[in-house]
């Protein structure tokens, strides 16, 4: 059987997709959470109910980070003061704390400084791959996080995290394969990876989902992981779910319905409890 990924999460998944940067307003809700994910591609603030329905979404692209390291520290910090000032207007409310993350075996710290820099308390932090193993309330498995500079990886047995790991593998690695064999530049590359012919493109990338296939196998090796749930915007290329399970064959792979907001969303819905 195939295995499935849970419908409410997807359908928050989908909802995200119909409201992100979408800033008309709503109506002010009775409770909400914030979270903001910090990311070498993009920064995403989500703003959820207290039953985790997506209410606002705000997606700004940004180099601001590199290999999991805040390099443009202002750059992060007024993005993530446009984001919130975008979501507190959508909603009429005033945002004064965020769950947030960081990359695993990174130093956390940055993260919480960008977020206090931005005027907010951070009110939990977690690594990213592990923020959905809770929305997932995984038993055992693993999550893999395929974003734009880095993998995250966290393994989890009996309800527990019990190893987590970061590599510096991602989207962009796609895109520099894509440009150095079109002979592009990164950003036309990067448009082609996005909007071109996925068939053509694959043929030319397969190489790199099969490498990051195996850097995920070391990591799980003899760590008794039989499913392991993919996330991140990497994951969204028509067809990585079909080479990942020629490459970790016997493993059951599970995708969401759209990988880019998985994780930002469990940032969100993460309770410190
Ligand atoms: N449809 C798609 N096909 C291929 N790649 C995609 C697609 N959509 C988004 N991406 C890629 O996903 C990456 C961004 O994903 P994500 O937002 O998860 O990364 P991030 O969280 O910013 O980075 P990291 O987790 O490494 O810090 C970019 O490299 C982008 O090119
Ligand atoms: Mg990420």
Same mark, same amino acid.
């Given at each position: 059987?195939?295995?499935?990924?849970?419908?409410?999460?997807?359908?928050?998944?989908?909802?995200?997709?119909?409201?992100?940067?979408?800033?008309?307003?709503?109506?002010?809700?009775?409770?909400?959470? *914030?979270?903001?994910?910090?990311?070498?591609?993009?920064? *995403?603030?989500? $703003?959820?109910?207290?039953? =985790?329905?997506?209410?606002?979404?705000?997606?700004?692209?940004?180099?601001?980070?590199?290999?999991?390291?805040?390099?443009?520290?202002?750059?992060a910090v007024e993005i993530v003061k446009?984001? *919130?000032?975008?979501?507190?207007?959508?909603?009429?409310?005033?945002?004064?704390?965020?769950?947030?993350?960081?990359?695993?075996?990174?130093?956390?710290?940055?993260?919480?400084? $960008?977020?206090?820099?931005?005027?907010?308390?951070?009110?939990?932090?977690?690594?990213?791959?592990?923020?959905?193993?809770?929305?997932?309330?995984?038993?055992?498995?693993?999550?893999?996080?395929? =974003?734009?500079?880095?993998?995250?990886?966290?393994? *989890?047995?009996?309800?527990?995290? $019990?190893?987590?790991?970061?590599?510096?593998?991602? =989207?962009?690695?796609?895109?520099?394969?894509?440009?150095?064999?079109?002979?592009?530049?990164?950003?036309?590359?990067?448009?082609?990876?996005?909007?071109?012919?996925?068939?053509?493109?694959?043929?030319?990338?397969?190489?790199?989902?099969?490498?990051?296939?195996?850097?995920?196998?070391?990591?799980?090796?003899?760590?008794?992981?039989?499913?392991?749930?993919?996330?991140? =915007?990497?994951?969204?290329?028509?067809?990585?779910?079909?080479?990942?399970?020629?490459?970790?064959?016997?493993?059951e792979i599970i995708l969401p319905y759209?990988?880019?907001?998985?994780?930002?969303?469990?940032?969100?819905?993460?309770?410190?409890?």
């Amino acid at each position: 059987m195939m295995p499935v990924f849970p419908d409410i999460i997807n359908d928050h998944l989908k909802a995200i997709e119909r409201i992100v940067n979408n800033d008309e307003t709503a109506p002010v809700p009775k409770g909400f959470q *914030v979270g903001i994910d910090l990311g070498t591609a993009d920064i *995403v603030l989500i $703003v959820t109910d207290t039953n =985790g329905r997506p209410l606002a979404a705000f997606l700004e692209w940004a180099e601001v980070v590199r290999d999991g390291i805040v390099l443009d520290y202002w750059g992060a910090v007024e993005i993530v003061k446009r984001l *919130v000032t975008k979501a507190e207007q959508k909603l009429n409310i005033k945002i004064e704390s965020a769950v947030t993350s960081y990359p695993p075996g990174t130093d956390s710290r940055t993260s919480k400084n $960008v977020l206090i820099a931005a005027g907010l308390q951070v009110e939990a932090i977690i690594d990213e791959p592990s923020s959905v193993a809770h929305l997932l309330q995984i038993e055992n498995g693993a999550v893999v996080d395929i =974003g734009g500079g880095t993998t995250g990886i966290s393994v *989890v047995q009996d309800k527990k995290i $019990v190893y987590t790991a970061d590599e510096a593998t991602g =989207g962009r690695h796609i895109t520099l394969t894509l440009a150095g064999n079109r002979k592009i530049s990164y950003e036309h590359a990067e448009e082609l990876k996005l909007n071109g012919p996925a068939d053509e493109i694959r043929a030319v990338i397969s190489p790199v989902f099969q490498k990051m296939s195996d850097i995920v196998q070391s990591h799980i090796k003899g760590r008794n992981v039989k499913k392991i749930y993919f996330t991140g =915007g990497t994951c969204c290329f028509p067809g990585a779910d079909r080479i990942f399970k020629e490459e970790l064959d016997g493993m059951e792979i599970i995708l969401p319905y759209h990988p880019l907001y998985l994780t930002p969303l469990a940032i969100a819905s993460y309770n410190k409890g």
